[in-house]
């Protein structure tokens, strides 16, 4: 479960306060699908950032599994998020000096699981679609690769929470759809909590549920099509993998 | 396109180029400094160098004069005194001070009143006013009033010790006396080495003394010392007057001949601060490049928008040149700061005072140097601007190899001049461009190496980094060999920095080594001469507790001798009849006279001819048979016969003072009388002993040699025997103080030995040394500087993408630990390649450039290289881990944003 309260980020620009999140009331519950949508600047990037404790708010508090981000150090933020949150990028952001297979397996390295699960790693690319690619370096990728790999990236600890912006900005219909299906389906058979930024309505439309961010506030948070169980990402939802 | 709307095109590019660098300065304060400050150190060590040599040289210009007591010295010959007395006088109404000095060399005995032995003592007379510099130092303290009174005398403490007397005693020169008014320990005109070696007794010339007549007793034409309003008058003045019979010593000179020493260490000096700033340009050149690489996409977002090739290199040249100016200015009033603290930590050190003054001459070096390294050094990268792609703008790092930039001929022609301007820059600012070409070509080799050596780093990283095991070491490692790693650019700039610092750290002990050698057990204090065989050991005997005492001997090549004969006339004839200039004294007094086929340094021949190598040393006088048998006759073991041994014959070079005094002329025959032999001397030329050559290594012969008090003999069968039974020796004495009681103790058991006193001279020689040594600290010191910021130029650049990848690591869950240990494990390994390059290959090129600085090298200094080592790797983790603190304390968002 994650838990926002009077989350609220300011930044300064410029040398005059800018608020680019005001006073967000949110809960998402374990296991649930939800989609964040609102137009560019709205402070998507900047929620997904706070909940996942990528940065500091100016207000408020995050509690993760009941657990208040906001009191823990940046090092056990760190090790709360290697053993539990997954992190897809709107910019991708893979290491450049690593191959493929090696940016999927970092996370893993960090935790030292990395000789036991290098087997799944390629599985994970396998299913991305980049089987005979791990020994690609970023540079070698195109932006679709990119984002995929860091896909499985995000997968490859099997997180219980996985946050991710924009996981299919930079693909094609048909690419997205499969990237799409695939977080579905991590959601699905694991319980993964995913929390989703996209631009794509048709896409946020199938989360159970669709959050609307417009100038750092919450405008709208309604019940999105996957909550009636009548269709998932790829139109094969169903309830019976929820835990 | 008309030409007309091409060059209103080119004007708006222009103007564009100037607001795109106006706005990129200010977006990027950090890069900014980093590329000032790389400019501003190699311009504070040229300027800090350049000043501190100004300074140097103007202490010793200033303090020769005070050291000398004079600016121009005069000695006049023949009927040279009438034609210059009008000159002196003019000089005198033009403001100059003139004083007349007399030397009068090694013809004086001096001895105390109520007897005891006389001594050889050098007799000084002064007229009022001499010497115009510097300070007497006399014991008891502060008895020097600039004017010895008619009847008084100084004299020098050593000479006082050894005949016993104290402050208001009587002295005896020959047949005059003095009252003693106070001891010399210091006094100008100590340059000249041999005066400060002999014993001296100071008393007032009487300058009315020409005109009776009187003087003609001795042999010497008084000297004139001149002392300038402006010193700089002193070379024109020798221009104007040096002739045959008119010799003009100024002090400059003196400086030269006194200064090889400091003068080589200047201009490796100088080669190294122009090494440094050679350093500062690889930063710069390395902080542009990585810049350009950062720049990139908006490099290539612009020209997608239309801006053309050049634009944008225009727009970075002028941003270089601006910052250049900037660090110039920034690097020279550094270089101030550092020469005013120079100055002072040379202050007490030093024989001289050095008052740093601001130098024009290293400012405009400096404010040149500082914009030639920023244009000269950034053009290269910058060239890259002029290659991006407009494709690049979509993707980055995409591979798209640089298109061919159009206009390539001006490409060409910038980096032609760019890349000539720096040999010849080199070149025109070394100070000799041979040891300028020297040091190029080393570090141009050195540079090649380091290149090779960062590729084989790589190469090895590749290799060896561990598939298995520790995460953070296995990462770190790999970020060596993996792509966009700085493994090349930093082996090179910090190999670079590490060679130079091993070469002065090298240079260091090199000046230490010589040091070392000057002011250690190799050189004495006290020189003991004319030593007979058995009293050396007497002598040690005198001091048995001291078994410290390091006592070394020094063979002479000389013989000890009595006038037997002159020109015929009989020793006891010649001094019962003294006249005209011939002294009883001199007549019968124990001479020494070495043996040379060659001329040795600082004698001058005043008369007659020195003998060539193959001239047989035939007299002109028939052997004399030796006198009765009333003589003591030892009998040579070699003779069967009751006969004497027979005459050895030679030629000789004869002191001229000594034979105005025995009243011999060029052409005359001396017999000798040495031991039981006799020397028969044809005296074929009359000599002078001039200040000998200011080296002050040289002193151990030269002291040996100044037993040669009458001259050289042509050596001759026979005649090296008769020297080898005497002896001399050094004694190193630990303080000044211990050194008058033994010269004393001496001096009153041994009354035949020749104490000379060294103490000054090295006192001199040590403090001179410590200068020196102090200037190659600091330089070691400001070197590590210029290293350290052409490092953190270099790590820097690669700043950004160290952040990223910290903070997405963060972003995965690595902790600090594990992110700290990646970096600590990158750093290191980097830090240590490098600096092991950089300091192998100083321990290589050490040697021959050493050489050039006259400095000692032996060994390269291993352990404080391995203490370098160490501290250069410790720096690099310092600095790569300080680049990298903020990632490590802040949330990680806000950096993965900037990239
Ligand atoms: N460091 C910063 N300083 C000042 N303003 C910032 C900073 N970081 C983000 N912002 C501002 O915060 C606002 C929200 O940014 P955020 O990235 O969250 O938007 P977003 O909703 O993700 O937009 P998009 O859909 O375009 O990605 C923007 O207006 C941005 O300019
Ligand atoms: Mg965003």
Known sequence: ?243 | MTSDSRSRGSRRGRRFALLLAKREVKGAARRVGVYMLSTAVGVAAIVSIQSVRDDVSRAITDGVRETTGYDARVTLRGDAADRMTPVLDSLRTAGARVAAVEVAGFGGMARGKTGGTPRIAMTNRFSPGYPFFGNVQTDPPGLWTGEIQPGEAFVDRPLMAQLGIAPGDTIMLGAEEYQVVAGVSRIPGGVAVLSMLMPNVYTRLDETAPADGAPAARSRAPEYRIAFSDPAEAPRFKEAYQEEEVRITVTEEVIAEVQPVVENLGELLAMVGLVALLLGGIGVASSVHLYVKEKRRSIAVLRCLGSGQWTAFWAYMVQALALGAGGAVVGIALGFGVQTLLGAALEGWLPVDISPRPSGRAMMAGAGMGIWVAAAFAAFPLLQVRGVSALEALRRDSGVKSSRAKGDVWAWVIRLLAGLSIPAVWLVAAPVWQVGALFGGVLLGTLGALSLSGWAVTALARRLTPRKGWFALRQGLSNLFRPGNQTLSVTITMGAGAFVLGLVVTMEAGVKRVFELGGGADLADVLVANLEPGQLDSIKALFPDNTERDIAFVQLGSVGARVAEVGGRPAEELAADSGAGVTEEAVLRTYRISMNDDRPPGVAIVDGAWWESGDSPAPSVEPVRPDGPDEAIELDEASESDEPPADIVTIMSLDATIAGELGAEVGDTIIWRARERRIVAEVVSLQEIEDPPGEIGGIGNLAAGSGAVAGNFRPAPGLAELGGGEESALIDIPDYETSMIVQRQIASVFPNVIIIDFSWAMDLFRRGMAAARAAVTFLAAFTALVGAIVLVATLAGSRRAREAEAALLRTLGAAKGQVAAVLVTEFAALGTLAAAAGLALSAVAAGPLLAFGALRFDDPEWGTLAVVWAALTGLSVLVGMTGNREVLRKPPLPFLRRG
């Open chain 1, 1 to 243: 479960m994650i838990k926002a309260q009077g989350l609220g980020k300011t930044y300064m620009s410029g040398g005059l306060p800018l608020e680019v999140l005001k006073d967000v009331e949110l809960t998402f519950e374990s296991g649930s699908l939800s989609a964040v949508v609102g137009p560019s600047g709205s402070g998507k990037t900047t929620l997904l950032g706070l909940l996942a404790g990528l940065d500091a708010p100016s207000a408020g508090r995050v509690l993760l599994e009941d657990q208040d981000l906001t009191a823990m150090s940046e090092d056990e933020k760190a090790r709360f998020r290697a053993e539990n949150v997954g992190f897809v990028f709107q910019t991708f952001h893979l290491l450049a000096s690593l191959t493929a297979l090696e940016n999927v397996l970092v996370p893993l390295e960090l935790t030292g699981r990395a000789k036991k699960a290098a087997d799944s790693a390629r599985a994970l690319l396998e299913r991305v679609g980049l089987g005979g690619r791990e020994g690609h370096y970023p540079a070698q990728l195109s932006g679709g690769e990119r984002q995929r790999v860091a896909l499985a990236r995000a997968f490859a600890n099997q997180p219980r929470i996985l946050f991710a912006d924009e996981p299919t900005g930079n693909l094609d219909h048909e690419t997205g759809l499969g990237v799409a299906a695939m977080l579905e389906q991590m959601n699905r058979e694991s319980g993964t909590t995913l929390v989703m930024v996209t631009h794509d309505l048709e896409l946020a439309e199938r989360a159970e549920r669709v959050i609307s961010l417009s100038g750092g506030r919450v405008v709208a948070d309604r019940a999105g099509s996957g909550s009636n169980g009548a269709s998932g990402f790829d139109g094969r939802r169903s309830d019976e993998g929820r835990s």
